[in-house]
């Protein structure tokens, strides 16, 4: 299924307050771990290809904004409802953490957890200048996180394809979700991403960039495909699957600057794998070059489809 458009949400909640946490914690296991890669991030969670920078963390930030609405409405799908307490994996800036806590509203709560002390930074003033309050935020890593009890659900989104085993992680997380509880996780399938009603070169060709730099760092461009298989591995019931893609005509939407980041963010992995050059690529003119064609060609363009799978423990 796909979505266009989801209900209002208010975008402002008051009660308790923000507080960021962050103890470092290690997993006791490296199976499964990829070599380090120049320009990629390593870590016992597995390898970020992204890199971590400030380039990146707009990169993030566009992509948050981008699927925002998406994001919320899946969760929506999945139960995430008032008065739950979720624990959302891989939390980074905040995106997913804000609209769960617009879902769970002032009754229930946020833990968001991730390995990056920076991003939780940047999550923790988010939070604070949307004067949201029930979120608290941990430095620990996936998946081996202490809690001191049990969540009604656990969320994640564009986290289990960075993780050396995500059956393994899925399965151990599992433990952290009272009986009954949700496990809902969202990716990207990469590949879907098109224009219509024809192909625009200049898009066909920055999708390609972006699809052989993932091939090159060890990443799926179906890794939303794949949830359904993760989550049946780890033993969960019979997951139930949905999914989102943004997409717009106008050529000053965030899903041609979303494509541009993401561009530029690998251009270093895309060199190096010697898939483009930055000649080739010419960054700072990439985003003036795309709207040009898609408003020339009067086409729309559709984002990587977000995949949502969910199941209950």
């Known amino acids: 299924m796909h979505e266009v458009g989801s209900p209002g949400i208010p975008g402002r909640l008051a009660a308790g307050a923000f507080r960021l946490r962050r103890t470092k914690f290690r997993t006791t296991s490296s199976r499964g771990l990829r070599p380090q890669r120049d320009h990629t991030v390593s870590s016992e969670s597995g390898t970020y290809i992204m890199g971590r920078n400030s380039r990146e963390t707009h990169r993030l930030g566009v992509q948050g904004k981008l699927y925002a609405t998406h994001t919320r409405h899946l969760l929506a799908q999945a139960g995430i409802e008032p008065g739950m307490r979720v624990l ?3 939390c980074g800036g905040g995106d997913v953490a ?3 806590a617009r879902l769970v509203g002032p009754t229930g709560s946020v833990i968001g957890v991730d390995s ?6 940047v999550a923790e003033q988010r939070m604070a200048a949307e004067v949201v309050h029930n979120v608290v935020s941990q430095q620990a890593t996936v998946p081996r996180i202490p809690l001191d009890g049990p969540v009604d659900a656990i969320v994640g989104r564009l986290i289990l394809i960075h993780l050396p ?5 899925v399965r151990e997380m599992r433990t952290l979700v009272r009986p009954g509880g949700i496990m809902a996780f969202q990716d990207l399938n990469t590949y879907r991403a098109h224009s219509v009603p024809a192909a ?15 091939r090159a760092g060890g990443c799926s461009v179906a890794a939303g495909d794949e949830l359904f298989t993760i ?5 969960l019931p019979m997951p139930a699957l949905a999914a989102s893609s943004p ?3 106008d050529p000053d939407s965030l899903v041609l600057e979303h494509i541009t980041e993401s561009v530029i963010t690998l ?14 690529v010419d960054p700072d003119t990439l985003l003036a070059r795309l709207r040009a064609e898609v408003q020339d060609a009067g086409a729309a363009v559709y984002s990587p489809e977000l995949v949502s799978a969910w199941a209950r423990a």
């Open 88 to 90: 959302d994996i891989g």
């Open 98 to 100: 804000l609209e769960v």
């Open 116 to 121: 990056d002390a920076d991003l939780l930074a």
């Open 165 to 169: 085993d995500p059956v393994a992680a």
């Open 200 to 214: 625009i070169p200049l898009v066909t060709q920055s999708l390609a960039w972006v699809s052989a730099a993932l």
């Open 231 to 235: 989550l049946r591995a780890a033993g």
């Open 247 to 249: 997409a717009s005509g």
């Open 267 to 280: 251009l270093p992995l895309i060199e190096r794998a010697g898939i483009a050059t930055r000649a080739n």
